[in-house]
């Protein structure tokens, strides 16, 4: 069972001036396996999110251990960081806007994101770029690359990013709150994609999300989180069918009683 373990958090204190935001975190994300991580609002779970992505705000003070594959990320050097983030690590942020820088168009974040990482030429960033515009059902992508964000709506930059995220063929995916902003039919294609990732490739697969439907259809596993806790994970079986928690208890019956 070991090896299968991609993400480790251990023992993760989160703190901003005298808020404790989170608390002796222990968390483990699996290969090919889709975490839902759920909570209610301003539990924590964006932070941990950023957390894991070593991008807390600049007062955020922390400890403990990220180690993803052994290695532990609070403790690199930015250089390295920079080669984990966007290849390794890709984070699809719950406000899509503070992700696009304003000045530039849609093909411009394509190719400094692949080329970050990856041997391209234009041309091949073009296609890349397309195709994983497609995937993500927007319409025209030829059209849109040449468009600013401001030019997108909410929805649609929404699955630009999304779309970023999957050119980088990532090893974690960090998707917080990834489908608010979208249709249900649009909905339904990411989350069928993530599924898909899930089942062709070893990627590791955090969904943050506030829709037990969500959880139902695709997480195989489960973490809770209350006021900065994470207070109970477990398979999505023993989630549905064994709460432990207090607090997991009342979220499921609040879903049976609506
Ligand atoms: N930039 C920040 N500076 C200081 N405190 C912050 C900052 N961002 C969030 N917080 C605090 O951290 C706590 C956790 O917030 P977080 O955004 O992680 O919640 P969340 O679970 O993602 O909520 P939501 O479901 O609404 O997205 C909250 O108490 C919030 O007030
Ligand atoms: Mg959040």
């Not at 990220?66 to 050097?77: A, E, G, H, K, R």
């Not at 898909?196 to 955090?206: E, G, L």
């Not at 994970?233 to 064994?242: G, I, L, T």
Request: glycine residues 4%; hydrophobic residues 40%.
């Amino acid at each position: 069972m070991e090896r299968k373990i991609l993400l480790q958090v251990k023992d993760l204190n989160v703190q901003i001036g005298e808020q404790e935001i989170l608390s002796a975190i222990n968390l483990t994300a699996n290969k090919g396996r889709i975490l839902g991580l759920i909570g209610e609002s301003g539990s924590g779970k964006s932070m941990l999110c950023q957390a894991i992505m070593q991008s807390l705000p600049a007062m955020a003070k922390s400890t403990g251990q990220i180690l993803y594959q052994n290695t532990d990320l609070t403790s690199v050097t930015k250089e390295r960081l920079r080669d984990y983030r966007g290849r390794h690590i890709s984070m699809i942020t719950q406000n899509p806007l503070v992700a696009f820088d304003s000045n530039q168009t849609i093909e411009r974040h394509f190719r400094e994101t692949i080329k970050a990482h990856y041997v391209m030429n234009k041309k091949e960033i073009r296609q890349v770029a397309i195709s994983a515009m497609n995937k993500v059902n927007l319409p025209n992508p030829e059209k849109l690359l040449q468009y600013y964000p401001f030019q997108l709506s909410g929805g649609m930059l929404q699955r630009v990013m999304i779309a970023l995220s999957f050119a980088m063929q990532p090893k974690l995916y960090i998707a917080d709150e990834p489908t608010t902003a979208l249709d249900t039919v649009n909905q339904k294609k990411i989350l069928s994609l993530f599924n898909q990732i899930r089942n062709n490739t070893d990627a590791a697969i955090i969904i943050v999300t506030h829709d037990l439907g969500v959880i139902a259809e695709i997480a195989d596993e489960v973490a809770v989180m209350y006021k900065g806790e994470l207070i109970e994970q477990a398979n999505v079986f023993d989630f549905f069918d064994a709460p432990q928690h207090w607090y997991t208890k009342k979220l499921l019956q609040s879903r049976i009683t609506f």
